[in-house]
Nanobody, 127 residues
């Protein structure tokens, strides 16, 4: 059974850092593209970042460029989202999603492109 599970959320002060993890099971991570999304209260879910399978092409939303870094550890079947210089507007539930199997050296930070979703992890940025 394919599963995607997020972890690492929590409460952090503005300017702080968090690292989110997306652990996958039931499939081989290196054959899948992974996306990170977030949904703030009263807002639509939006794409934050994604990483392709194999060649690890990455894409970032303009709002997080230079602050967030996505990476993958295929041996651990885990994708990470390193979040630095956090702002109150980064507060949201963060979701991980997977698409595959695919060998395309690309990813799309769009909800409809993904097949499997996790339950989300809350990130709150507040003093």
């Amino acid at each position: 059974q394919l599963q995607v599970v997020e972890s690492g959320g929590g409460l952090v002060q503005p300017g702080g850092s968090l690292r989110l993890s997306c652990a996958v099971s039931g499939f081989t991570l290196d054959d899948y593209a992974i996306g990170w999304f977030r949904q703030a209260p009263g807002k639509e879910r939006e794409g934050v970042s994604c990483i392709s399978s194999r060649e690890s092409t990455t894409i970032y939303a303009d709002s997080v460029k230079g602050r967030f870094t996505i990476s993958r550890d295929n041996a651990k079947n885990t994708v990470y989202l390193e979040m630095n210089s956090l702002k109150p507007e980064d507060t949201a539930v963060y979701y991980c999603a997977a698409r595959g199997p695919t060998v395309q050296p690309m990813c799309v930070p769009s909800l409809g492109w993904y097949d499997y979703w996790g339950q989300g992890t809350q990130v709150t940025v507040s003093s």
